[in-house]
């Protein structure tokens, strides 16, 4: 059994995968059958490229979706999603915080060391991120609203957290986290979403990925970057990506996002638990 600095052997990464793998098959299946658009992203993208699957060293899979698609996919999902998964996000559970979809397996548990203790499902999970509309990836307007949707983010976090992270934060937000007490965090999750998609228009030049770890400047690209959709293997399997595949990751990880990282940059989620069939592991 490994121990709590080795948490990952090979064996359970790869267990983790595996299951993560089955979870893609499932959602894309389901988006292939009703036309959804959705693009391998982050991580999984680069593994695709690189390696035409996992990172050896990683531990979870990224895809997009347009908003459009992606609103459509919860409505569908809710009568056709394999009842071994569960849809995790603010309309299944009061309690979520994040902006995107998870995708969990049940019977499972992948804990986050960042996870709520109030987030009711820990399954091991696959991501879905929403692209928006933008108009435009500079001015004030544009970043004016990525400050807004930055501080929500944080406070909604925050309001789920607050034993455990209030004397942490600026005495600034102490007094807003008082103010918005009785305000319900299913509230500040819809303020949240409903700012993020508040751009309907679909001629826009621009997506932008506002629930990314890396920014929403840094997410926000040309639609051209991604449409029309081109293909990749990933474990042997076919998924869509981004047309401009090599714009995109350029972009999120440099000109020289086929080279290796350092050893010491290999490592991965690195969970408080994982239990992948019977065994837990803490």
Known sequence: MPNKSDHLTTALLEGIKQVELSILLDVTML?????????LIGGTLLGAIRHEGFIPWDDDI??????????????IAKYELPESLFLHYGTTDPEYYLP??????????????????NVKHQGVFIDIFPLDNAKKNTGFLFHTKGWVLKQLRSFLFLKMNEKTTIHKVAPWKKAVLRMTKSLPSST????????????HDESTPFYVNYGSQYG????TMPKTIYNPTATAKFEGYTFWIPAETRQWLERIYGDNYMEL??????????????QLKEEIIS
Do not use: V, W
């Not at 988006?31 to 693009?39: S, V």
């Not at 995107?100 to 203790?117: D, H, M, R, W």
């Not at 500040?188 to 751009?199: A, H, K, P, V, Y």
């Open 216 to 219: 929403y400047k840094k997410q």
């Open 100 to 117: 995107i979809i998870k995708i969990k397996k049940n019977g499972t548990i992948f804990e986050e060391q960042s996870a709520s203790p």
């Open 62 to 75: 990224d895809i997009a979706m347009p908003r459009k698609d992606f609103e459509a996919f919860q409505q």
């Open 31 to 39: 988006c292939d059958k009703h036309d959804l658009t959705y693009y």
């Open 261 to 274: 990282p350092p050893i010491e940059k290999r490592i991965t989620h690195k969970p408080k638990r994982i």
């Open 188 to 199: 500040l999750f819809d303020i949240l979403t409903n700012l993020m998609q508040s751009d």
